[in-house]
Nanobody, 124 residues
Framework: QVQLVESGGGVVQAGGSLRLSCAAS????????MGWFRQGPGKAREFVAV????????SYAESVKGRFTISRDNAKNTGFLQMNSLKPEDTAIYYC?????????????????WGQGTQVTVSS
């Protein structure tokens, strides 16, 4: 079992930045691939970014590439999503998720565990 708790969401003006955190407890964090997903109002949940178990590989949705950076600190059992140049269309609930398999599988939404989400609101 793994418990994931997101934090760092809030309200920010367009062009601003936020840093989301995902704290993991339970099994060893480094044995999991980690990703971020989001669900905007009236929209389906979508992939945002994924990072491999040891942080050597990352992948991003086209809509956030160049603005968002995913990272992790396995020693602290925590993952991060640095979000810069935020746009109103980035408004969503952001979820972290993990699986013990590949980044490709997690990118496709095949997660073993999900966090409860943190709200990000970007005002224009």
């Amino acid at each position: 079992q793994v418990q994931l708790v997101e934090s760092g969401g809030g309200v920010v003006q367009a062009g601003g930045s936020l840093r989301l955190s995902c704290a993991a407890s339970g099994r060893t964090f480094s044995t999991y691939t980690m990703g971020w997903f989001r669900q905007g109002p009236g929209k389906a949940r979508e992939f945002v970014a994924v990072i491999s178990k040891l942080g050597s590989a990352t992948s991003y949705a086209e809509s956030v590439k160049g603005r968002f950076t995913i990272s992790r600190d396995n020693a602290k059992n925590t993952g991060f999503l640095q979000m810069n140049s935020l746009k109103p269309e980035d408004t969503a609930i952001y979820y972290c998720a993990v699986n013990s398999n590949s980044t490709e599988q997690l990118r496709g939404g095949l997660a073993a565990y999900w966090g409860q989400g943190t709200q990000v609101t970007v005002s224009s």
